[in-house]
């Protein structure tokens, strides 16, 4: 995770969950709720509720895992009309501290360069200065899975496609200009 300012900000100290897990609820208040609405543009956020569950991963890196349930309300691109709107996600992250040492000569290829498989778990986030933002983590979740053209459910785009339909039907009964061309090139050979 960059250094980046979020509207949002619960910080956990990385060193509590060191061989057990730790149940961790995030639930912000009202005043919160209000800045995350008006950071990414969504009209209101009612409720969000995160029940994460930190776990030790590796040797000094965190593992956060648990739903996260947003309750809010948009504006619909196709009737503007504002709708409310539940998102259901499955968070799975790792966190590791930031490591000090330079990448070894095998994490390497033959130019120098660090290759990533596509297929592969994302590779952990950093842990800053020991401390880990779970409203940073919330905030991040959320903007990847709002929907960048939210519509109202049961709301549909009408692009005028019958007025192309009818203007296809009234050509199609028309007669060609070249069919009168055809039956003159068939009575000149006869």
Do not use: W
Not at 11 to 33: G, Q, R, T
Not at 107 to 117: A, F, K, S, V
């Amino acid at each position: 995770m960059a250094k980046e300012s979020f509207p949002y900000s619960f910080k956990v100290n990385a060193s509590k969950v060191v061989d057990k897990d730790l149940a961790m609820i995030v639930d912000p208040a009202a005043a919160e709720l209000k800045a995350i609405a008006e950071f990414y543009d969504i009209n209101s956020v009612e409720s969000l509720k995160a029940d994460f569950n930190l776990k030790p991963y590796r040797k000094a890196g965190l593992r956060v895992v648990g739903p996260l349930r947003v309750a809010m309300t948009r504006t619909c691109v196709v009737s503007l009309e504002p709708f409310e709107s539940v998102l259901k996600l499955d968070v799975d992250r790792t966190f590791e501290p930031r490591s000090s040492r330079p990448r070894k000569i095998r994490d390497l290829n033959e130019d120098g360069e660090i290759e990533i498989d596509l297929e592969t778990l994302d590779p952990p986030d950093v842990i800053l200065d020991g401390v880990l933002d779970l409203g940073a983590v919330i905030c991040e979740e959320l903007a990847l899975s709002l929907d960048p053209f939210p519509r109202k459910p049961g709301i549909e785009f009408e692009s005028g496609d019958e007025e192309v339909a009818d203007a296809a039907e009234e050509a199609e009964t028309k007669p060609s200009p070249f069919a009168a061309l055809q039956a003159l090139k068939g009575q000149s050979k006869e």
